[in-house]
DNA sequence: GTGGTCTAGACCACG
DNA sequence: GTGGTCTAGACCACT
């Protein structure tokens, strides 16, 4: 439950974006669940040697999400798993997210099929990344 | 020659880096080939209603990646093909760009084969973003 | 366009919360249209004397709903309006709202087809309570 | 008089304040009459299992309000019925949470005759929250 | 000029 | 102790 993870200050992520996307990857492979606190926010930021500001607002848009709910003075959890976007806005979603991957591999001269086929293999690789404790 | 597409003001996406994305397309694709003359910056800006500076960006990153050349008084025009990455550096920009594609579509709850479909069907449709004219 | 409004810095409602409650009213009855700029952060801050980080926090939270969308450099505009949440996610948060009312009402002793009436009285002034100027 | 109740720990809603709800429900539908005694803190947190210094502070302003009354060594106990709140107290409550309510489903598209009717269709439930015993 | 990120540090509410 | 809000001020990216 420690969430063991490092950032990288310079990238063009911001922080407070790597810090949501370890946790939502957390919770998607089932590493975090429903009931799970999260670290508190000062221990966090301590650890990644961030500003608690930058880990509160991660913190702020996972529970806008409602992947996470924070009970008032007792911490942060993770929330039981509901449909939150409309079929609508997750094909937008994941439109956006699509053309994204294109633009960014279009100039790398992998076709099509070959780039699916890394694409199947570079998933279980993803999801193990995230070490179950 | 003419460069048939549109940018679209509302994505997060850059301005730039939409011009970018479309040539280096065209390139990739090959509707421009070596040789080929980009549009003067001004007539492209005009074109797309957008400032020119942001159009002399793109050419300039698309100039320091090595796709076009800029002959001085001239234009700018399509480089003769060439690797212009290593292999290595190939495959960490795939990494990074599925990483980043599984990190905002994981909370989606699309399951992974029915991703992949999805994914080869939108090809297509992100190909034919720029007609070829 | 100028957006005239007050907020109150005391309230328990806090700032970016009352800002967020004045744009969205003014989406939901049509004053602020699709393609609308909103007021510059700094120009709003200025206006309601707050902190800057305070309006932009609002704004990145409507960004975050997908009611408005910033253009880098440009400014942040109204979205086309489309339905972000699930059926199931909506009637989450109108039951949310609804026992808030209750719990607010309860004990003001006006029985329960009073409180409707009043309800439905209300909502015209609601509605024109945001000026189209 | 024992008060079967629960209380939402994953709510937004402090602790104290659903307390508080369900006795001040409970004394405006009359599962709870003047002169009931409130079972005492101690008693009620550990039913609870929430700290007994939330149970107080509910009780605390249930008493401030002169819902209730303590007397002193014996217990807590419900006031005799009077009117609380003046006519335009009362007004000024109720057109706070008729806005807010109004704040918080404005931008969920349900017309306002569907709102009225779901608000109706879900008050028994909301009444229903705590079993009369 | 626009918005976005991050830090530092203060203050408050809740338990 | 927990998270949440707000201010002040710096710095960066984009147009």
Same mark, same amino acid.
């Given at each position: 439950m +420690?969430? /063991?993870f %490092?950032? &990288?200050?310079g990238? =063009?992520e911001p922080?407070?974006e790597q810090i #949501?996307?370890h946790? $939502?990857r957390?919770?998607?492979t089932? +590493?975090l669940v #429903?009931? %799970? /606190?999260?670290?508190?926010?000062r221990?966090?930021?301590? /650890?990644?040697?961030?500003n608690p500001n930058?880990?509160? !607002? *991660?913190?702020a848009?996972?529970?806008? #999400?409602?992947l996470v709910? +924070?009970?008032?003075g007792?911490?942060v959890f993770? *929330?039981p $798993?509901r449909?939150?976007? +409309?079929?609508e806005?997750?094909?937008r ?9 294109f633009?960014e &591999?279009?100039f790398?001269?992998?076709p099509v =099929? ?6 199947e *293999?570079?998933w279980? %690789?993803?999801f !193990?990344? &995230?070490p179950t =404790?």
């Amino acid at each position: 439950m +420690s969430l /063991q993870f %490092d950032i &990288t200050p310079g990238s =063009p992520e911001p922080i407070y974006e790597q810090i #949501e996307g370890h946790i $939502r990857r957390q919770i998607a492979t089932g +590493s975090l669940v #429903e009931g %799970d /606190q999260l670290p508190p926010v000062r221990t966090l930021a301590e /650890q990644l040697t961030v500003n608690p500001n930058t880990v509160a !607002r *991660a913190y702020a848009e996972l529970t806008a #999400e409602g992947l996470v709910e +924070s009970r008032t003075g007792r911490g942060v959890f993770v *929330a039981p $798993r509901r449909q939150i976007f +409309s079929e609508e806005e997750r094909n937008r979603r994941f439109h956006r997210a699509a053309w994204r991957f294109f633009d960014e &591999t279009a100039f790398l001269d992998i076709p099509v =099929p070959e780039m699916v086929r890394r694409l199947e *293999a570079a998933w279980p %690789d993803y999801f !193990r990344k &995230t070490p179950t =404790p």
